[in-house]
């Protein structure tokens, strides 16, 4: 666990950009990275499109999405469309019948409950779910997004070779210590529990 203090969207894309670059060099075909929704991913995303990456190789996916049109403001997707897609990046729509691949990295952000992705604490989520992906309702339902979601399940996020977390403000970065910690067996606890791989976390 490495835990990066008070860094700026300009360093968390340079670190990325590294990341990927080391990723693209490992691998003769295309790597796959997840990446969240919400507003926190688009400036990183918005800095990163600075940086110099064969995005042609790079095939993106959102980690959870919202059962929306890719037109509608709460798509993920259609988001993570319009940024990436222009610099030449492959950008996968979450459907019920999708194999989620390995990833690269699984970029992932936290709501102060504890969630990752939409694995709220009232989908219960297990470490050895059997499926990839499952349709999902938060409850309570989130009222700037009240939507159903179908979301990658704890073991697709954890078939990667790297976490990265961002996350802002000081009643996250409590929850997520306590999960740290042991303390408590919300969403982000039994994933950071389960992982095997290397965990960079920015707040």
Known sequence: MTIIEGADDSAIAAWLAERLEQAL????????????????????????????LDWSRIAVWPGDDRIVA???P??????IRAALEPLGARVV???????????????????????????FPNTDPQVDDPQMLR???????????????LSLTIPALLNSDALLFVMRGADKR???????????????????????Q???CFT
């Open 25 to 52: 060099g490992e691998s003769e075909g295309e790597i796959a990275i997840t990446i969240p929704g919400g507003s926190t991913p688009f400036p990183i995303l918005a800095a990163l499109a600075d940086r110099d």
């Open 70 to 72: 890719e037109d509608h």
């Open 74 to 79: 709460a798509s993920n997707v259609g988001r």
């Open 93 to 119: 729509a979450l459907a019920e019948d999708a194999v989620p691949p390995h990833f690269a990295l699984t970029w992932l952000g936290m709501g102060a409950d504890g969630h990752i992705a939409s694995l």
């Open 135 to 149: 349709q999902l309702v938060p409850d309570p339902l989130p009222p700037e997004a009240p939507f159903a979601r």
């Open 174 to 196: 409590a929850v997520f210590d306590a999960a740290i910690r042991g303390e408590h067996d919300l969403p982000v606890a039994r994933l950071l529990a389960a992982a095997h």
């Open 198 to 200: 290397p965990v960079t």
